[in-house]
């Protein structure tokens, strides 16, 4: 078992190992694109007692407003994906189309939902 901070801690570590991408924290307005951000999870339990079984994380993957914003996203989604399957008990649901509000922009991004087992 590993506690909801133990399991992010993998998810960061992991990410920090794909080329070109930079991890930046949920309240960093100042992000040059491309990059990876790490939403809170959402928290699940699977029966009694207080701590919960199950966290499904949001990462966004993160790219500049220009015309090779949908290649830099196709280029990035598949290493992050891979990344991420090193996490002990994580598993990629999906990766969903969307914009990543970043200061005073929306940035095109994938936010890839991250299943881990506590």
Known sequence: MRTVSEAAQQI???LKTVDKL???QLDDDDIDPPGLVL???QLTWDGYGPAPTTATFL???V???DERALERLWQFVGPVAAALDTVQDAVVQSADPGAY???SQNLPCY???VEVSL
């Open 12 to 14: 960061e570590t992991a």
């Open 22 to 24: 930079r991890l930046y």
């Open 39 to 41: 939403g809170p999870p």
């Open 59 to 61: 990462v966004f993957l």
């Open 63 to 65: 790219v500049a407003v």
């Open 101 to 103: 509000p970043a200061g």
């Open 111 to 113: 936010s890839l939902s």
